[in-house]
């Protein structure tokens, strides 16, 4: 398995249109091959958004890295950060799911 956490900074009037562009993306990255879970949040401050991918592997990820709803992410959200994002990635092995 492979999982990225990315963090966001925005402005905090800005968040909210952060989430909705990246929320209206999620039922077609979900629907990506080797998918296994995408999700948004608004973290703890009020300019904070995370995101939690779940993939099969690294070249299912590397396919969403090329897809048209990251490059239309991207191009709605860049001019909204503040800060350079960060995104760990790591390979993961599932151990149990309860």
Do not use: K
């Not at 963090?7 to 990255?29: F, H, N």
Request: hydrophobic share 55%.
């Amino acid at each position: 398995m492979f999982i990225a956490i990315l963090d966001l900074r925005t402005a905090p009037a800005d968040r909210a249109a952060v989430l909705a562009q990246l929320r209206s993306e999620a039922g077609e990255i979900r629907a990506m091959p080797g998918n296994v879970d995408f999700r948004v949040y608004a973290a703890d401050d009020d300019g904070a958004v995370a995101v939690i991918h779940e993939w099969a592997d690294q070249p299912a990820f590397a396919a969403y890295l090329a897809s048209e709803a990251f490059a239309r992410s991207g191009a709605a959200i860049r001019p909204l950060v503040t800060s350079p994002p960060v995104s760990r990635r790591f390979a993961a092995e599932l151990v149990e799911t309860v």
